[in-house]
């Protein structure tokens, strides 16, 4: 009887070593085949060496996270097996290469299988140590127990362009991996998954869903300059242009980027610009002066590890001061945050239907584990967010003026238009089942399907969660909150910073500021289901 509802499988290794472009053959063919996928890239911020991993989640239904633990690792050096080893469930499997002479002392006596095979030795009977990761990828298909044949034709298909040698000689690291695990098992039964069948659903991650939102929203024109983690959308961007009769601008910084979408804007077109926080903090000025002129452009802001470069390739939710209070003078705009990397897709549509509505920027926040992770999702609607461009002018244009009723009468405008957002928009996904909550706990982007896991636990040992997931930051929708934080006994934030940014925007607007309180987490990491659960347990 089938009791595994998804697996966490993982290699690691150096930098520069394949992991990654091994792990996407793993999902895209998993993908194809109808299983439910969350991947997950940690790397270091160089462009070769260093430790990184490529974790996959594979599951018969959607998940939301990446989930903890791993059943079946791939070690291509000893730093994976002692740094993610300890991640191994009971019953799971680690295979590491025999030539780093792996040290599996710690796992003595545990339910973890440890496998030293010969990995390197394998890849260079094929003339190279570059197929390592072919070899650990037949050595992964045979623990899984999947068809050979769809990942062979993957192999062949991604090799195409090279010479038929090169093809035939990862053909066969890749048998020769499989059969020497085949060989090891023998008749060695594994839980893994079935196949549960085609669906209609795509995989990309969550700045390709972006990058496809925009180009939906009907936007032609875009101007960024390349930062970790935000430039796959303007790289996405460019690699479609052509069939779209687009316009990208590589610019020589943010602030030329912000200024040249800005001019895009004015020239009535749906402009933007992609950064992480040190760009955003450049676009400052030129954000005063994109809602003092009422233009409407968006900006997408990846947010990452900081201050300054930080940790430039980890997750962070640090960005929401800078995001609502950066610009100078009475900045009047509009900051939004997606809850998934489907949502990346529909909510940047809807963000520039509500910067042309309300005439003013749009800062558009998921996080970097949304922009630079994968995700199945349900293939996306192109119907389901209808373009709206807001009262377009037809009369002609002002002219500067500095009287102080005039400014006073703008300033005012501006804010005052701003009132009806939250109505207009729907400012927080509800996960609300409760009349009266134990708790409330609310996150912003991708703390949700952690929070979601850790929600459904306290509903099998009846402890009554709710859950909300904002999406509008700005202006903060205080009216629409209050009645679920009435609703509960206590209310925790969520969030990746340590400065409690998200918290201290409920201190500011909310009543009862008393039953606030929060989870701060800063480390790199994303949220688990545990790390959640226990923090909330805490407030109980």
């Avoid at 063919?29 to 462009?47: C, D, M, P, T, V």
């Avoid at 470069?309 to 100078?328: F, L, P, R, W």
């Avoid at 244009?397 to 009468?409: D, I, L, N, S, Y």
């Amino acid at each position: 009887m089938q009791k595994r509802k998804d697996f966490i499988w993982k290699m690691g290794g150096q930098q520069g070593e394949g992991i990654e472009s091994c792990g996407e053959i793993m999902a895209t063919i998993l993908a194809k085949e109808g299983y439910s996928l969350y991947s997950q890239r940690l790397f270091a911020s160089r462009i070769k060496g260093g430790h990184t991993t490529f974790a996959l989640r594979v599951a018969l239904e959607q998940v939301m996270s990446i989930g903890e633990g791993v059943d079946f690792l791939l070690a291509l050096d000893q730093e994976t097996v002692d740094m993610h080893g300890v991640e191994v469930r009971d019953g799971g499997y680690i295979i590491c290469d025999s030539k780093v002479k792996p040290d599996f002392s710690k796992f003595e006596g545990s339910k973890v299988n440890c496998l030293s095979l010969p990995i390197s030795e394998t890849a260079m009977k094929q003339g190279s140590l570059l197929m390592r990761n072919i070899v650990a990828l037949g050595m992964s298909v045979a623990l899984l127990g999947f068809d050979t044949k769809m990942f062979k034709d993957a192999i062949a298909a991604k090799f195409a362009k090279k010479s038929q040698e090169i093809v035939d000689k990862n053909l066969a690291a890749f048998d020769d991996g499989h059969s020497l695990v085949m060989e090891k098992l023998g008749d060695v039964e594994i839980d893994t998954l079935p196949a549960p069948g085609k669906k209609d659903q795509m995989f990309l991650l969550g700045n390709e869903a972006c990058a496809l939102g925009a180009i939906a929203a009907g936007s032609r024109f875009m101007a960024s300059y390349p930062i970790t983690p935000a430039s796959e959308v303007m790289e996405y961007m460019i690699k479609n242009m052509d069939k779209l009769g687009a316009t990208i601008v590589q610019t020589e910084d943010e602030i030329a980027a912000c200024m040249t979408a800005m001019g895009g804007v004015y020239a009535g077109v749906r402009g933007f610009t992609c950064t992480s926080g040190p760009g955003l903090s450049l676009m400052a000025e030129s954000l005063s002066m994109a809602s003092m002129a009422e233009l409407p452009m968006v900006v997408i802001d990846v947010q990452r590890s900081g201050p300054s470069t930080g940790m430039a390739t980890k997750v962070e939710q640090s960005d929401i001061d800078a995001a609502c209070y950066n610009a100078h003078g009475d900045y009047a705009g509009i900051v939004i945050s997606p809850t998934s990397i489907e949502e990346c897709f529909y909510e940047i549509q809807k963000a520039f239907n509500l910067a042309e509505m309300y005439q003013c920027p749009v800062i558009f926040m998921p996080d970097l584990q949304q922009g630079l992770n994968k995700q199945s999702v349900p293939t996306f609607d192109l119907n389901r967010v209808p373009i709206n461009r807001g009262k377009m002018m037809k009369e002609a244009e002002g002219k500067p003026a500095e009287a102080p009723t005039m400014h006073v009468a703008q300033t005012d405008k501006r804010f005052r238009k701003l009132e009806t957002v939250a109505d207009n928009y729907e400012p927080f996904l509800n996960n609300a089942k409760y009349d009266e909550a134990d708790v409330l706990v609310v996150g912003m982007a991708s703390s949700r399907g952690a929070i979601e896991e850790a929600v459904a636990e306290f509903d099998q040992e009846g402890v009554k969660v709710n859950h909300l997931q904002l999406r509008l930051i700005k202006p903060f929708p205080a009216k629409q909150l209050q009645p679920f934080m009435d609703a509960a006994k206590k209310v925790f934030i969520v969030e990746h910073n340590a400065t409690g940014q998200l918290t201290n925007l409920f201190k500011i607007n909310m009543h009862k500021k008393s039953k606030i309180s929060s989870c701060l987490k800063y480390d790199g990491n994303p949220f688990t289901k545990s790390y959640v659960k226990n923090a909330i347990k805490e407030v109980l």
